[in-house]
């Protein structure tokens, strides 16, 4: 059974910054590519960050330039450190992981920015 479980959300002022860490277990991992959705209220699920295997990132264009995904193959852990944070950035923040061809989702984390 995969589990994802993720930590460090939180309130934070705008312009602050948070971390984000995101634990994946379970039996005979194999993961592709890690990492972080997001969802505000009456939004899609949209795209924040990935980061492959190989180490090569993706980023949503609201994560560019301020956010950056790192990941701990060893450990099975992917991070998200978010900078310069503003209101629009509040959302649950999900962690993902595709492994073998399932896609997986932890149960999210609470970001909120405050203006």
């Known amino acids: 059974q995969v589990r994802l479980v993720e930590s460090g959300g939180g309130l934070v002022q705008a312009g602050g910054s948070l971390r984000l860490s995101c634990e994946v277990s379970g039996m005979g991992l194999s993961i592709n590519a890690m990492g972080w959705f997001r969802q505000a209220p009456g939004k899609q699920r949209e795209l924040v960050a990935i980061?492959?295997?190989?180490?090569?990132?993706t980023y949503g264009d609201s994560a560019k330039g301020r956010f950056t995904i790192s990941r701990d193959n060893a450990e099975n852990m992917v991070y998200l450190q978010m900078n310069s944070l503003k209101p629009e950035d509040t959302a649950v923040y999900y962690c993902h992981a595709h492994i073998l061809w399932s896609d997986y989702y932890g149960q999210g984390t609470q970001v909120t920015v405050s203006s």
């Open positions: 980061i492959r295997s190989g180490g090569i990132s």
